[in-house]
């Protein structure tokens, strides 16, 4: 991945964009009354999950810059999946 010069102005935008994606997929999961999610695939049926880190494996996003902080935060809810 290439270096992406940015103002702190879009680093803040894209990190409340992304932070709004992770609360809405994610934040559901979660807790004691966390919703199970469905997760479609490409093949077979559909997988019934309650981790969040699942749903933030399967997140593509279409600006770079997102795409970037996307990473970092499912690297981060991978890391604290295997401490639970």
Known sequence: MSNIGVSRQQLQ????EVAAMV?????????????TKGISK??????????????MEGYKAEKPLHSAKGSTIAQSAFQCRDKV
């Open 42 to 55: 490409p093949y077979g049926g559909p997988e019934v999950t309650k981790d969040g880190y699942k749903e």
């Open 23 to 35: 609360d809405s997929t994610v934040g559901a999961t979660a807790g004691p009354r966390g919703n």
């Open 13 to 16: 935008e894209a990190f409340r």
